[in-house]
């Protein structure tokens, strides 16, 4: 059964930093970019940063986020990571992973508090 599970959100403070995962039962995992999404209350589900095929594939990310946030993967583990530095209170969100271009039934997500 095709599954994403998301994982590492909590509250923290305002500068602080959180380690999210995602870990992907797919059995293609590794010929599919990879995603992360996040949703804050009221708004519209957008893209945060994005990785290509390999654990040294391309990366993009949203301005926003840019400088503060590293997505990650490994391949042999299923795994895509969001390492977020220097979180805002406007980071406040459920992140969301998926897969590029032929997206998945969306995970449970994993919600991230940041106070300020």
């Known amino acids: 059964q095709v599954q994403l599970v998301e994982s590492g959100g909590g509250l923290v403070q305002a500068g602080g930093s959180l380690r999210l995962s995602c870990a992907a039962s797919i059995s293609t995992f590794s010929i599919y970019s990879m995603d992360w999404y996040r949703q804050a209350p009221g708004k519209q589900r957008e893209l945060v940063a994005g990785i290509g095929l390999s654990s040294s594939g391309s990366t993009t990310y949203a301005d926003s986020v840019k400088g503060r946030f590293t997505i990650s993967r490994d391949n042999a583990k299923k795994m895509v990571y969001l390492q977020m530095n220097n979180l805002k209170p406007e980071d406040t969100a459920v992140y969301y992973c998926?897969?590029?271009?032929?997206?998945?039934?969306w995970g449970q997500g994993t919600q991230v508090l940041v106070s300020s």
């Open positions: 998926n897969r590029r271009l032929s997206l998945l039934p």
